[in-house]
């Protein structure tokens, strides 16, 4: 890929999927870092308190896209977004959200259209491919 993002952020609470997920992306070379966080309110944590994030000692910059599991413990998806939408714009990551899920519920399809910053509904396993065209369509133009 051309041009990479700074930063992909993961939020799902299976670390199998995001052992794959983060593959398919540094296949795709979409971006310099991928984070994973485990849950929606471990992701609010994270774009409040990026610098040292987990005592790792690292400052990350504002994730450029976020692939959002709907289903999660502590705080689902939906809450996520809820209360993303709160938060100031330095605080906020980048222009796109693709919720990433096992969900075949046409209503969880039609509630993300509720959110603004939600761009696409993908089921799991994420693919290079998938990776490519999100990457493609809603941020390097």
């Not at 995001?18 to 929606?40: P, R, T």
């Not at 809820?82 to 605080?91: A, G, H, P, Q, V």
């Amino acid at each position: 890929m051309k041009d990479k993002l700074k930063l992909i952020l993961l939020v799902d609470d299976n670390k199998d999927d995001n052992f794959f997920h983060k593959k398919a992306i540094e296949k795709a070379d979409a971006a310099e870092e991928v984070a994973e966080c485990v849950n929606g309110l471990d992701a609010l944590d994270f774009l409040l308190n990026r610098g040292n994030y987990e005592g790792i000692g690292k400052s990350y910059p504002r994730p450029d896209l976020i692939f959002l599991d709907i289903n999660m413990p502590k705080m689902n998806g939906w809450e996520f977004l809820e209360e993303y939408e709160k938060l100031s714009d330095d605080t906020k990551g980048g222009p796109v959200v693709v919720m990433l899920t096992t969900s075949v519920n046409p209503r969880d399809r039609e509630k993300m259209k509720k959110f603004r910053i939600t761009k696409d509904f993908l089921s799991k396993p994420l693919t290079e491919s998938d990776v490519r065209k999100i990457v493609e369509e809603y941020i390097v133009k």
